[in-house]
């Protein structure tokens, strides 16, 4: 007997032009309305082609929960949602009274009292006011004040100056209160049915007490395989070489000079961290610390402890520019708001001096070109803090593509925190509905070098002369690194005469136009490609990995991922590192077979899928494409008559 939901279900999508039935979308709806109704929350991942965002939407739509927040990892699949499939279910199942909402952070919308103070410190030639003019112009034009609604880039150090943040808005003091653009792009959010968000957003909401979005019960996570990443990069604390600089511009801009002894102390101790940083000529590294460093920061903290000190002491009434009671006010609250940001920069320099807690890493990113630098530290287990902040009371949905190892989707579950044992549904791995054995075929090459193997790059140049030559073109070149993909290309564009571009030649988006929109062309690329770009047809026939993509050993998070489940006494190997890299290659595979009608081949370049025991581990998780070793075997080249050199 078919369940209500069901029915319900196959009413909307009989309403989709040349519709199929799905059995795999079927059972995704099944399974997460049951999971949303007994309060569990689980992990599906569905392949490529199952039709994830109807999968969840019409279920999540038919509960009774409401709001519904719905987390991507890119802004494509958010317009996807509001402008096409939300759209879509709504009018299907007569719900287009529901009130959806696209919700952005903060820091998308401009803050005119900031604008203002940038305007009013360049002087009469910075070319920084083109843009300050070109943006009032848009403000008189009726820009709403979001960055992403803007005809022109906005360069981010200028972008910076001027946008709203919660940490300097005023709030209904400021005089822009009844105009602020956040303010207007958030009223009667608290009335919203569905929410879109992104990961981004979703943690940061976490992080600040679950302030930021209205209550809810059920959170949607699409493109789940990015949740990680996106947890660990909100919960780490960083300070970037300006940070206290721009602290100091806006004391002197909002209330009075900072004491000259205060900023050259300051400056002093800045530049002499850089040098610090500098030692040495990698880019990114851990921090280990030295007497003098552990010096260095504790004279920054006391300087800005001193600093706060004075910063409370101002007399606000006696400021210049306070002519009103409501000027008082404003510089009270002014006032308040930078000694909290004193406060919390105080605080994020004080995690660089501890560096005992096997549960951190701290490190730095600096760049030489530009004298930069940015200070990090990074927690190593998030699954208690993610477990008690967002499992604990929420129905969560994580869905993606590309979940699990080896057919199995524990790792998803430990490294989140999600309890293991959820009570009443099960997860699940739904299979692509593609044919992938008839569709696509994963080419192994027989007898390639390890990796290791100094012959290892000039074998990784044939192998794929001799594709590229036999596909004629068509192809993704995907790496694992920027110096990898160099010298590769150096060595294989003068044997072919395709049309080739190069990651970095022109921006993403154009790169792509410019792929899909040529005939035969070959596209060499790093990890920014390996997922979220969607060629159907002809056009991408063929995607080449040059490798595993295993992690740098020397990547100083990773490297302490390590060293702490070796203490723990964890496998760190599979458990965590041939997870990761295995979910990143399944990305790269995806790029491949999009649609029903694609056909093509994926060329791993790497023996070590054939060689090694994890190897099989790794072929088992992949979609189910006939594998062969070498070109001769291939059906699939051998029917595209358009791709026999």
Known sequence: MTSPVLTRYFEVVQQLPGYEPRPVQEAMVKHVYEAIASGTTIVVEAGTGAGKSFGYLIPALLSTHRPIVVSTGTIALQEQLIQKDLLFVMKATGMMDLNVRLVKGQRNYICFQKLNEFEKSLGPEAGERLYVNVIR??????????????????????????????EDCLGRKCSYYDDNPYRLAREDLSKADVLVVNHALYLQDLMAGQSLLPPHDVVIFDEAHHLKSYALRAFTARIGKFATHKLLRKINRRLEPVPEAYQHSIYQTEAQILQWLFRTDRSTFKIAPDPMFHHLIERQIEVLTDLREWLSAVDVQQLPLIQTDLDKDRAQVQREKLINQLEGLTIRWEFFLNDSDIDRINWAEVNSERLYYEIKSTPLNISEQLASTLWSDKIGVLTSATLSTNRNLSSVR???????????????????????????????????????????????????????????????????????????????????????????????????????????????????????????????????????????????????????????????????????????????????????????????????LQNKGYGKKIINSLPSARIIHSLSES??????????A
Not at 635 to 644: G, K, M, P, T
């Open 137 to 166: 112009s848009a403000i008189q034009h009726g820009w709403d004040g979001d960055k992403a609604n803007l005809d022109f880039e906005i360069p981010r150090e200028i972008w910076e100056e001027m946008q709203s943040d919660s």
């Open 414 to 608: 430990r490294e989140l925190g999600i309890p293991q044992d959820g009570p009443n549904v099960p997860d699940m791995i739904l299979d692509s509905p593609f044919d992938y054995p008839a569709q696509c075929e994963l080419y192994l090459p027989a007898g390639m070098p390890d990796p290791n193997d100094w012959q290892y790059p000039t074998a990784v140049v044939e192998e794929t002369v001799r594709i590229l030559k036999r596909t004629q073109g068509r192809a993704f070149v995907l790496f694992t690194s920027y110096t990898a993909m160099e010298k590769a290309i150096a060595a294989i564009v003068p044997q072919i005469t395709f049309p080739c571009k190069m990651q970095g030649d022109l921006p993403k988006n154009r790169l792509i136009d410019w792929f899909k929109h040529t005939p035969n062309s070959v596209l060499f690329a790093t990890a920014t490609f390996w997922e979220g770009i969607d060629i159907p047809g002809d056009a991408l026939s063929c995607v080449i990995i040059d490798r595993i993509p295993f992690t740098a050993p020397d990547e100083p998070v990773h490297s302490a991922m390590v060293d702490r489940l070796k203490r723990l006494g964890h496998d760190w190997f599979n458990g965590y590192a041939l997870p990761e890299a295995t979910i990143r290659l399944k990305q790269g595979f995806g790029r491949l077979v999009r649609s029903r009608n694609d056909r093509g081949i994926v060329a791993i370049l790497d023996p070590r």
């Open 635 to 644: 059906r699939v080249l051998s029917e595209d008559v358009s791709c026999i």
